[in-house]
Nanobody
């Protein structure tokens, strides 16, 4: 059973930056995709970014393109989400998720393992 743990969230002012990390409890080989999702109370979970295990290909939601960057340290099974120029609309609980196989940005039910989530709050 893979356990995921996020860190790096917290409060930030609009225009600022945060870097989230997701650490896996065991080594995730190249067959594992990692996704970042966010959720606001009362709304559906939204895909933010994904990174393929096989080749590191990334995919982003239109709302974060050019401002967010997903990356990985494969040797350490750590995935990162660098968030720049944050907007108040980015306030949410951010979670990382993993699945064996290709990534899906919009189908969160395809993921097998989830972190507990971490709060990001962007103020005006």
């Amino acid at each position: 059973q893979v356990q995921l743990s996020e860190s790096g969230g917290g409060p930030v002012q609009a225009g600022g930056s945060l870097s989230l990390s997701c650490v896996a409890s065991q080594y995730l080989d190249k067959n594992y995709c990692m996704g970042w999702f966010r959720q606001v109370p009362g709304k559906s979970r939204e895909g933010v970014a994904t990174i393929e295990g096989r080749d590191g290909e990334t995919n982003y939601a239109d709302s974060v393109k050019g401002r967010f960057t997903v990356s990985r340290d494969s040797a350490k099974s750590v995935r990162y989400l660098q968030m720049n120029n944050l907007r108040p609309g980015a306030t949410a609980v951010y979670s990382c998720a993993a699945r064996r196989g290709y990534c899906y940005l919009i189908f969160d039910d395809k993921y097998d393992y989830w972190g507990q989530g971490i709060q990001v709050t962007v103020s005006e």
